[in-house]
């Protein structure tokens, strides 16, 4: 098997992504990949026969060593050790209900607190067999991770277009976006330009801790909403430190669960359309265990998504799918297990779903 030097390069920063290695490592080898793209594989192998690759800037020890052994033709070391690593799941136990989606709904990029453009991640989704992405980037008021404005957003849906106008029939980038829930229960954008959007994910990011009977209310009158597709990691815990993110390093602080009426909140959800997350990012694991089965008695939809930040954290899908799984949520409830005309005349119209 041969392997050229930037796939080398990005594939390692994929797998060391998935493995929530440390931001910095993971960007060591995807900018090498940049700064050997733009190279002829002529000068690429001058300068491996002639020692001058770590001339380059973002060129070092470790990263030169996999250029030289694919230049080589041979399968580098370092790739060679993390692809033995990751030769079984992230999580077991939902190997058959990952096999059956379709795409994500929930992904961020350099737009706003993400680290990877937006065609890095969707050339990552599309090598793992998604028939969907959708590029949720953040919403204006949320300004620590450089929430979108209409403005900004409208430029960005143009960058949708083009990237689905490259890509073809094969695959799809959905125009998204996570909006944050304001005090009142109201959506942080233009009610007109969400309407132009093919999902949006509602999320709280702040006054987590607002009280049981206000937060109800908040988080109820946003599902309501008809412009509601998905209710983001509900509950805003974070049951361990965050890691793998541009910015966070080692930091994020552990964080209980929000307090509101669960029966109330997913009622409404049942009685919307509106499908509730299943957040499948390892620190949030968001519903808990024990709301997650209430949601499924209750009757809602699911979608089981990533909340990835870079293109590594798209593969978080099977801790989503083992928690799925372990606490019966019915497959085809979960919406992006769906083939994308039926999720998108769900999330035009959520109250005309299917009966499950």
């Known amino acids: 098997m041969t392997i050229e030097p930037v796939d080398a390069l990005r594939r390692i920063a994929f797998l060391l992504e998935r493995s929530r290695e440390e931001t910095r490592r993971v960007e060591a080898y995807r900018n090498a990949a940049k700064v050997l793209l733009p190279l002829g594989e002529d000068e690429v192998r001058r300068r491996v026969g002639d020692g001058s690759l ?55 990029s ?48 143009t960058v949708v277009d083009a990237v689905n106008a490259h890509v073809g029939d094969s695959f799809r980038l959905l125009r998204g976006i996570e909006v944050d829930i304001l005090d009142d229960g109201e959506l942080d954008q233009e009610p007109g330009l969400l309407a132009e959007l093919d999902v949006r994910v509602a999320s709280v990011h702040s006054k987590l801790r607002m009280e049981k009977g206000a937060m109800t209310r908040r988080m109820v009158t946003a599902v309501r909403n008809p412009l509601t597709s998905v209710l983001g990691h509900c509950t805003g815990r974070r049951v361990m430190p965050r890691r793998g993110d ?18 109330a909140v997913f009622e409404a959800c049942a009685q919307t359309g509106t499908a509730v997350e299943i957040n499948s990012r390892p620190e949030r694991q968001d519903p808990p265990g024990d709301l997650l089965e209430l949601a499924v008695e209750t009757g809602c939809l699911f979608a089981l998504s990533t909340d990835a930040h870079a293109p590594g954290q798209l593969d978080f899908l099977d801790h989503g ?27 035009a119209d959520p109250t005309a779903a299917r009966t499950l």
Request: proline share 7%; glycine share 10%; with cysteine.
């Open 54 to 108: 770590q001339e380059l800037p973002g060129i070092g020890p470790s990263t030169s060593k996999v250029i030289a052994q694919a230049v080589a033709g041979q399968v580098p070391d370092k790739l060679a050790d993390l692809e033995a690593a990751a030769g079984v799941p992230l999580a077991e136990g939902g190997e058959a209900l990952r096999a059956v989606l379709r795409g994500d709904l929930h992904t961020h």
């Open 110 to 157: 350099d737009w706003s607190d993400g680290g990877s453009p937006v065609e890095e991640m969707v050339a990552t989704a599309m090598e793992l067999g998604h028939d969907y992405l959708a590029l949720t980037d953040h919403s204006p008021r949320l300004t620590v991770a450089n929430g979108l404005t209409a403005a900004r957003l409208r430029r960005q849906l």
């Open 246 to 263: 541009k910015g966070a390093g080692n930091g994020g602080r552990v964080r209980p669960q929000s307090e509101f009426d669960a029966r």
């Open 321 to 347: 799918c083992a928690r799925a799984v372990r606490h019966g949520v019915p497959p085809e409830r979960i919406v992006n297990t769906w083939p994308l005309a039926e999720l998108l005349a769900w999330a």
